[in-house]
């Protein structure tokens, strides 16, 4: 079955520092791609997602590039404010019959210090 | 705001006890799933409607049960519950039953715990 691993958090950054979180999947076919966050005490919102291989998905300065040769998904941003501190999951859907469900990964915590 | 309501934000029961969860669709939207979070499991699926209709299942209790009404929304139904159902529930929903990279917009999410 379809699966994603991310990389184990807390993960803790200065302001202005630059991030990187991993995210490879395995999945059948070819599955749809995302990064959700979670801000303490909310639901989940859409950050970035991608359809296809070589897609880079972007918002609000984070950036995840789909890699089919590595399997992977790494969520980016340059500068990182205290306003990012958050949950971040990773997340796959699969292509036709009932796999659209999302399957996430088990989320990085990640604090910004000023 | 996502455009996805979900009441009651908070509920608190005993064991044994069965509830009611309750979500209702961005404007628009014909699928709504629901997924549990909890720490030990993290965020898991449960089960997806489209239009009423049950379209897919996932690691869902038998102890639990969802339905989508006429008008869209949902229930999910929680019975003889146990400690380890406390969690946090959300709803999400999405345009269609699944296209290729379609969104699925998450509620605010109902925490469960039983005591």
């Known amino acids: 079955g379809n699966s994603v691993t991310q990389m184990e958090g807390p993960v803790t950054l200065s302001e202005e520092a630059f991030l990187t979180i991993n995210c490879t999947y395995t999945?059948?076919?070819?599955?749809?791609l995302f990064w959700y966050v979670q801000y303490p005490g909310e639901g989940l919102q859409l950050l970035l997602k991608?359809?296809?291989?070589?897609d880079k998905g972007s918002n609000k300065g984070f950036e995840a590039t789909y890699r089919k040769e590595t399997t992977s998904f790494h969520l980016e941003k340059g500068s990182v404010q205290v306003s990012d501190s958050a949950v971040y999951f990773c997340?796959?859907?699969?292509?036709?019959?009932?796999?659209?469900?999302?399957?996430f990964g088990k989320g990085t915590l990640l604090t910004v210090n000023p | 705001d996502s455009g996805v309501t979900q009441t009651p934000k908070h509920l608190i029961t005993a064991t044994g006890q069965r509830v009611t969860l309750r979500c209702s669709p961005r404007?628009?939207?014909?699928?709504v799933y629901w997924y549990q979070q909890s720490l030990d499991q993290g965020l898991q699926f449960l089960i997806q409607?489209?239009?009423?209709?049950?379209?897919a299942k996932g690691n869902i209790l038998e102890r639990f049960s969802a339905q989508q009404f006429p008008d869209l929304h949902s229930e999910l139904n929680l019975s003889s519950l146990e400690l380890g159902d406390s969690a946090l529930y959300f709803c999400?929903?999405?345009?269609?039953?699944?296209?290729?990279?379609?969104?699925?917009?998450f509620g605010p999410g109902t925490r469960l715990t039983v005591t």
């Open positions: 999400a929903s999405s345009v269609g039953p699944g296209t290729s990279g379609y969104e699925q917009y």
């Open positions: 999945a059948t076919g070819y599955p749809s």
């Open positions: 991608a359809t296809k291989a070589d």
């Open positions: 997340a796959l859907s699969g292509s036709g019959g009932s796999n659209y469900k999302l399957t």
């Open positions: 404007s628009g939207d014909l699928s």
């Open positions: 409607y489209y239009n009423g209709e049950e379209r």
